[in-house]
Nanobody
C-alpha cells in the first residue's frame, strides 16, 4: 500500500504564512509528479501547484508569486510554502502523487486525506 499524509494546515490571518508537508510511504518504487490541490466547500478540486521529478513546476495563476512548491526526493516528501495568504485561499488542501508501487508496471494517482487551511480576514 501507499499512503500520503499531509500536515501543516491551520488558521492564519490575512497576509500570514503556512508551510504544508506531505510524506509518501509504502512500497514505493518511484514517484513522478507530486502536487497540491485544494477544494473549498461547494467548489471543485483545483490544482494549486505541481512538481515533476525532473524539477518542472506548474502553479495556478491565483497563487503565482505567493506559493512555492518543493520536494525532498530522498524523503518522498513534497512541501508547499504559502505566503501572503488571502481569505480566498481557505480550503482543504490535498496532496497528490503519481507513484509506481513495487510489483506494478503502471503509474497510479494517490491522494492524501487533506489538511484544512483557513485564512481569516
Amino acid at each position: 500500500q501507499v499512503q500520503l499524509v499531509e500536515s501543516g494546515g491551520g488558521l492564519v490571518q490575512t497576509g500570514g504564512s503556512l508551510r504544508l508537508s506531505c510524506a509518501a510511504s509504502g512500497s514505493i518504487v518511484t514517484i513522478n509528479t507530486m502536487g497540491w490541490y485544494r477544494q473549498a466547500p461547494g467548489k471543485q478540486r483545483d490544482l494549486v501547484a505541481s512538481l515533476t521529478s525532473a524539477g518542472s513546476t506548474n502553479y495556478a495563476d491565483s497563487v503565482k508569486g505567493r506559493f512555492t512548491i518543493s520536494r525532498d526526493n530522498a524523503k518522498n516528501t513534497v512541501y508547499l510554502q504559502m505566503n501572503s495568504l488571502k481569505p480566498e485561499d481557505t480550503a482543504v488542501y490535498l496532496c497528490n502523487g503519481r507513484i509506481r508501487r513495487a510489483g506494478d508496471y503502471v503509474w497510479k494517482d494517490y491522494w492524501g486525506q487533506g489538511t484544512q487551511v483557513t485564512v481569516s480576514s
